[in-house]
């Protein structure tokens, strides 16, 4: 197994599959229903080959596995590529999400086919890129390539204030990484390679770190994002079409949780616990103040987008406690955020292909008329304020759990975090599914197709076995984190 | 009699210009003329890679690895704005054949400077490639814009090779030496009179690349000259004077690199902020891409301002690269034509999309690889300028740079902006720009895959600077 390069084979089949679209012409609905088959069963493939990965991974094995290391540029900066615990799962998210997406964009896309299901596909090359690359000019590479497909998904088939959203999601992640770009730059000439696995036992003084890890921050704050800078999260959320946000939110912000995990605290251990108050504080304050916010939207897109914000909120408590716990519960709680916030977001899509319309106001009584929509809206809005059984619960959980041995004050405020999670969901779904139905065009809506089906089930399923048994991605994610935790210890004794 | 083997491209293309010019007297057939000038040009390749390394004319005129990539991306530019030439002649009303002797005499020009090794050789290759370019940008006589656009060009063009004159006098007259390397050798660090003459020199040549503050003329004669000069100009003449600025300064006067340095780092912040923010403003796609290349000016000056090894292998990267971009950006404009008129306006471009998704999907791409978005060719040049300059421990530099890259992207993807999300407008002719595709696919395609492998580009770098520290 260890022969063939399965990273680089999930890499590319996208971009293979952008030649096998280029070749398909685009004039009328049969071709452009073609292309949706192609994209699809292209994704699809690539969701076989990345579960085979889960197979051939081996569990007791804390180091990077699936190793490929070629030149590539010059000596030092190499296409080095690899996974371990921590990101094998992202791996298999973004190839689960992404078919997901092309399928949930069946009938809401309707002009420019060819060219959207190649970003799709141009975008899964990059994400899956992010998360393999052990080299960070590759690592930068992916990261921000992956704007241009985004710019084009957003500004192309987004809503009525694309632009300026798209243009705002764009410049906002551009200007924050370009100074995780003379970081890079700056650990190349110090150290003389930019190979991850070289630098992980590299020490770099004190100083160094500093500024090196605020270069870092400023990127991932800007790409998870932390409340100062989430303001373009809800614009682009809610312009992007529906495959987009969940896109978004399934993966994107995901790609900063994990520049946290790999990088921040990994090479830059003294500063990142110099910092971790500041961190805590900011993430407290996202908690509780996009909470705030979420309860006061008219839109449900953004309502989800700033529920996104306070999710994000416990992901980085729980990376910066340094605890085995903590980081655990992060990575768990950005699985299921990216399972259930880009179901919600979904499940937003539905209702929103059939009324064309956003505002929760609109709706109500839904479920006299669409049950099983109703049932699985449930589903993830419980998974999404933390109710145990649901995967959502498990990742709180962890989080809180380490946030309380480091610090209780913040871990009391980040609980408060939960009950308003609680109300600005039940309210959500209060509105939007119960009540009588006073609208008439809301009588007129039909359940779930039998293709939103598919899309629902598996993502229902994953939701409550996480829930109820998260014994097995424990189980992938122990070794590297204890790993990583150990490391930190080392360098910082 | 042996130093002319050591000009004989030079010599070559000028024999080459001499015959064409009383040939296209009496037969009128442009088209034959632009094929054999495309052709002379080519074998003239051959030629330069033919050539022994060695110093001829006292040491005033130097062959060496440097001069020779240089001379060979030059050439490349004049053939691809040949091209250019030949594909819109008609619609642009410039059937006019001294087009393609002009650009060979300015090429000899500007072969000339890169070799040059001495005051009076590096004044002369200037000026012979200068005095074609006023003439070209004023081509289209029927032309209102384009004959203000010589006009402008040659007023403000002699006045700075007049700025240049007095410097080279003042150097002349304060180290004796009008050779490069003899100037090194006397020169005394306490002379103010040469720092005078630097600066003179400096702000000569700072016109030549349209740095700032000598950059006026640029978006005015962008916009005002034929199109396919337009990007000759922002093709050949940069990389020229680009050689020239670094053997004039590194060869001479390396020892006191501080003095020049911080001149260097003025003119390229001012280049790269001031271009950032007044292409935002631009509506003629011509001015936009004048505003573009200012910047990039500035980028590549940071290389020069580093003056270390690292630098001016970031320098010829970002030069090739720009070289490639560039090419493609013009052949686009040329293609932008409709019922026989071409158009210039960013407005122009809106939703055209709808009717080209290939070509506006390879343009959008080059357009984000201006922008220097990885993984394109673009970033990799200023992935290496950044590199360079933190290396060389100027950090500001490199923040200012990626401060700058940042508000100039919200200029390229206002071009993306229009050219996808707007509403679409009538196609553009497809029949005349077959000539041009050549040009236009190639050169997007390798800066699209330029991350597979980057090594060629590295290693020709690599190769032309040992001769030059």
Redesign the interface.
């Known amino acids: 197994m260890s022969e063939i390069p399965i990273l680089s084979i999930l890499i590319f089949i996208p971009v293979v599959g952008i030649f096998f679209m280029?070749l398909i012409r685009?004039n009328d609905d049969q071709s452009s229903q073609n292309l949706k088959h192609t994209a699809l069963w292209i994704t699809f493939l690539n969701f076989f080959i990345s579960l085979s990965l889960l197979f051939s991974f081996d569990l007791n094995n804390p180091d990077f596995q699936f190793v490929e290391n070629y030149a590539?540029?010059?000596s030092g900066i190499s296409y080095h590529l690899g996974i371990d615990g921590v990101s094998i799962l992202f791996v298999i998210l973004t190839t689960m999400l992404v078919p997901i997406c092309i399928l949930a964009s069946y009938e809401s896309i309707k002009f420019?086919v060819?060219?959207y299901l190649i970003s799709f596909l141009a975008l899964e090359t990059f994400m899956i890129g992010v998360f393999c690359s052990l080299d960070l000019?590759l690592f930068?590479?992916?990261f921000?390539?992956g704007?241009?497909p985004m710019?084009?998904i957003i500004?192309?088939w987004g809503g009525e204030r694309?632009?300026y959203s798209t243009?705002k999601f764009?410049?906002y992640t551009?200007?924050g990484s370009?100074?995780m770009?003379?970081a890079i730059?700056?650990i190349?000439?110090s150290t003389g390679t930019t190979d991850v696995e070289t630098l992980l036992v590299y020490n770099f003084t004190s100083n160094e770190q500093l500024i090196l890890w605020i270069a870092f921050f400023t990127s991932f704050m800007v790409k998870i994002p932390m409340w100062p800078f989430h303001t373009w999260l809800p614009d682009a959320h809610v312009e992007a079409p529906t495959a987009g946000s969940v896109i978004l939110a399934g993966v994107l912000l995901k790609m900063a949780g994990y520049g946290f995990i790999r990088f921040s605290i990994g090479f830059f251990p003294d500063a990142s616990e110099f910092f971790a108050p500041f961190i805590f504080s900011l993430s407290v304050i996202a908690i509780i103040v996009t909470s705030l916010i979420a309860l006061v939207q008219e839109d449900m897109k953004k309502l989800i987008a700033y529920s996104s914000v306070a999710h994000m909120g416990f992901v980085t408590l729980g990376i910066f406690t340094f605890t085995v716990q903590g980081i655990e519960g992060g990575i768990i709680q950005m699985i299921s955020h990216g399972i259930v916030s880009a179901a919600l977001f979904l499940c937003v899509g539905v209702v929103y292909d059939r009324l064309h319309t956003r505002e929760i106001a609109r709706y109500g009584g839904l479920v006299s008329k669409m049950p099983f929509y109703s049932f699985s809206f449930m589903i993830f809005i419980l998974a999404s304020l933390g109710l145990p059984g649901t995967s959502g619960f498990v990742g709180e959980f962890l989080v809180l759990l380490s946030i309380f041995t480091v610090n209780t004050y913040f871990a009391i405020f980040a609980t408060t975090g939960v009950v308003l999670a609680a109300t600005y969901s039940l309210w959500l779904y209060r509105r939007i599914i119960f009540g009588a139905i006073i609208k008439d065009d809301l009588s007129e809506m039909f359940d779930l197709t039998r293709r939103e089906m598919i899309i629902f089930v598996p993502l229902i399923v994953l939701t409550i076995f996480i829930g109820l048994y998260p014994k097995p991605i424990i189980n992938i994610i122990e070794p590297s984190t204890e790993k990583i935790v150990n490391q930190i210890k080392m360098k910082l004794d | 009699m042996q130093n002319l083997i050591y000009i004989l491209p030079e010599i070559f293309l000028f024999i080459v210009a001499t015959v064409l010019l009383i040939t296209g007297l009496f037969l009128k057939n442009i088209k034959l003329i632009n094929s054999l000038s495309i052709f002379s040009l080519l074998v003239t390749v051959i030629l330069i890679f033919n050539q022994p390394f060695q110093s001829a004319f006292l040491n005033s005129f130097v062959v060496d690895e440097f001069s020779l990539v240089l001379k060979v991306m030059i050439v490349v530019g004049s053939i691809a704005s040949l091209i250019m030439f030949v594909s819109s002649k008609d619609d642009l009303n410039i059937n006019i054949y001294e087009f393609p002797i002009l650009i060979i005499f300015s090429t000899i020009g500007m072969m000339v400077m890169v070799s040059a090794n001495d005051l009076l050789a590096m004044f002369i290759g200037l000026e012979l490639q200068s005095l074609s370019l006023y003439v070209l940008a004023a081509l289209n006589r029927n032309s209102l814009l384009s004959s203000e656009a010589g006009i402008k060009y040659f007023i403000l063009g002699a006045l700075s090779s007049g700025l240049l004159l007095f410097g080279i006098s003042y150097i002349y007259g304060f180290s004796g030496n009008t050779n490069f390397n003899l100037i090194a050798v006397n020169i005394n660090p306490e002379s103010l009179g040469l720092i005078i003459g630097i600066v003179f020199v400096l702000a000569g040549l700072a016109f030549k690349v349209s740095a700032v503050p000598f950059h006026m003329w640029t978006p005015d004669v962008y916009q005002g000259a034929p199109t396919p000069i337009t990007g000759f100009f922002a093709l050949a003449p940069k990389i020229a004077a680009m050689g020239l600025l670094v053997r004039f300064l590194f060869n001479s006067f390396g020892e006191i690199y501080i003095d020049w340095q911080q001149i260097i780092f003025f003119i390229s912040i001012a280049s790269m902020m001031l271009a950032a923010f007044a292409a935002i403003a631009q509506t003629n796609l011509k001015r936009l891409m004048a505003y573009s290349s200012i910047g990039h000016i500035g980028y590549a000056l940071i290389g020069v301002a580093c003056f270390t090894d690292e630098g001016l292998r970031s320098l010829l990267i970002y030069l090739m690269i720009y070289l490639i971009m560039n090419i493609t950006v013009f052949a686009f404009l040329l293609s932008l034509k409709r019922n026989d008129g071409y158009f210039e306006n960013i407005s122009d471009l809106s939703g055209m999309h709808k009717n080209h998704p290939l070509r506006t999907m390879l343009i959008a791409l080059i357009m984000f690889s201006l922008a220097g978005i990885p993984p394109l060719a673009g970033f990799f040049g200023k992935f290496y300028i950044f590199v360079a300059a933190i290396e060389s421990e100027m950090l500001f530099l490199a923040v200012i740079g990626v401060i700058a890259s940042v508000i100039s992207a919200f200029y390229y993807l206002r071009i993306v902006k229009v050219m996808y999300f707007d509403e679409p407008k009538e196609e553009f002719d497809g029949s005349s720009i077959r000539s041009l595709n050549l040009l236009y696919y190639p050169s997007s395609i390798l800066i699209i895959i330029f991350f597979i492998y980057p090594s060629p580009v590295i290693n020709i770098s690599e190769y032309a600077i040992q001769s030059i520290i």
């Open positions: 280029l685009n590539w540029i010059e420019s060819k060219e000019v930068y590479l992916f921000e390539g704007l241009i710019f084009l500004g192309i694309r632009v243009f764009f410049l551009l200007a370009v100074f770009l003379l730059i700056y190349f000439i």
